[in-house]
């Protein structure tokens, strides 16, 4: 689900690359990459609130996650 995910995501079809991530996450919970993947989709749309909370999640479960890193930094600046 994870790499069917990062395709659609490479396909510019984001939805149905959350939908992958997610049930990449279902299968796996400490996925730590499928919930950054998924904050860096909201992001793209801006959506910060759910950006940051899957980056959140990402970071909680690997600290040196550093798409996550990267994009709470992102939202830090104001998205710029």
């Given at each position: 689900?994870?790499?069917?995910?990062?395709?659609?995501?490479?396909?510019?079809?984001?939805?149905?690359?959350?939908?992958?991530?997610?049930?990449?996450?279902?299968l796996?919970?400490?996925?730590?990459?499928?919930?950054?993947?998924?904050?860096?989709?909201?992001?793209?749309?801006?959506?910060?609130?759910?950006?940051?909370?899957?980056?959140?999640?990402?970071?909680?479960?690997?600290?040196?996650?550093?798409?996550?890193?990267?994009?709470?930094?992102?939202?830090?600046?104001?998205?710029?």
């Open positions: 689900h994870y790499n069917l995910g990062c395709l659609y995501s490479a396909l510019c079809q984001k939805e149905k690359a959350v939908e992958e991530f997610q049930e990449a996450i279902k796996r919970p400490q996925h730590s990459r499928a919930y950054s993947n998924i904050g860096n989709i909201y992001l793209e749309k801006d959506l910060k609130e759910k950006a940051g909370e899957n980056y959140k999640k990402a970071l909680e479960i690997d600290s040196a996650n550093t798409d996550a890193i990267r994009g709470l930094s992102i939202i830090g600046k104001g998205g710029k």
